[in-house]
């Protein structure tokens, strides 16, 4: 069972920007698709962007194009999501896991034994 660390907790204002990474405590992610998800107050997790397990195809939630990066390090034991021109409708807590795969358009589903981690706050207020 796959189990996802997510790190980076921080606090901006508007503008600001801040780096998640996400990590397994005993295996490299290099031949995984991780995907990041975020859930505001009040509201339901919704996916942010993931990256293919096998040539790195990355796909954005419309309201992040542009401002986040999704990536792996050097080593394929971690994924980075780089958040630039942070809004506060980005503030939540964020998450990543394994997803089955990523094709063109969309994030595959994740397996139905998944485990979520804790995730990490991320709060964008002036």
């Known amino acids: 069972q796959l189990q996802l660390v997510e790190s980076g907790v921080g606090s901006v204002q508007p503008g600001g920007s801040l780096r998640l990474s996400c990590a397994a405590s005993?295996?490299?992610?290099?031949?995984?698709?991780i995907a990041w998800y975020r859930q505001a107050p009040g509201k339901e997790r919704e996916e942010v962007s993931c990256?293919?397990?096998?040539?790195?195809?990355?796909i954005y939630l419309e309201s992040v194009k542009d401002r986040f990066t999704i990536s792996r390090d050097r080593g394929g034991s971690t994924v980075t999501l780089q958040m630039n021109g942070l809004k506060a409708e980005d503030t939540g807590v964020y998450y990543c896991?394994?997803?089955?795969?990523?094709?063109?358009?969309?994030?595959?589903?994740?397996?139905?034994?998944?485990?979520w981690g804790q995730g990490t706050l991320v709060t964008v207020s002036s």
């Open positions: 990256i293919g397990g096998y040539d790195d195809n990355a």
């Open positions: 896991q394994r997803v089955y795969y990523v094709d063109d358009t969309h994030c595959g589903p994740i397996p139905a034994t998944a485990i």
């Open positions: 005993s295996v490299s992610l290099s031949d995984y698709a």
